[in-house]
């Protein structure tokens, strides 16, 4: 998407994201754009079975975020239009506990069944 935005051949009006993109930093956040506290962000996690011991889950993370860091990683991502993070394990499993709490309120108030 991001060739199609700098060719002119798409126009963004806002990214969806709570912070505004480091690939397009002159596009505001939909919040800044009239809709205060709206955000919704596609992210992606590394989990491990329950009950893995700390260590284990401590060193799954080191050696995760320093790929995440590694310049040809961080540029391939970024270039894709993702913006690597790599929270600490404590991080990642409050925004885990707070989407799916966040996201349990949109499914009751829209009555959503599953199929």
């Known amino acids: 998407m991001v060739p199609h935005l700098k060719s002119?051949?798409?126009?963004?009006?806002?990214?969806?994201?709570?912070?505004?993109s480091a690939l397009l930093p002159e596009l505001p956040t939909v919040s800044e754009s009239g809709v205060p506290g709206f955000e919704s962000e596609g992210w992606h996690?590394?989990?491990?079975?329950?009950?893995?011991?700390?260590?284990?889950v401590d060193r799954l993370y080191r050696e995760f975020a320093a790929v995440l860091r590694a310049p040809d990683t961080a540029a391939y991502l970024l270039s894709a239009g993702a913006e690597p993070v790599g929270l600490p394990p404590d991080q990642a499993g409050m925004k885990l506990r707070n989407e799916i709490a966040r996201w349990a309120k949109v499914v009751k108030a829209a009555n959503m069944k599953v199929d």
């Open 45 to 56: 996690g590394l989990f491990a079975p329950a009950r893995t011991l700390k260590p284990i």
């Open 8 to 20: 002119g051949r798409l126009r963004a009006v806002a990214v969806t994201n709570a912070k505004r």
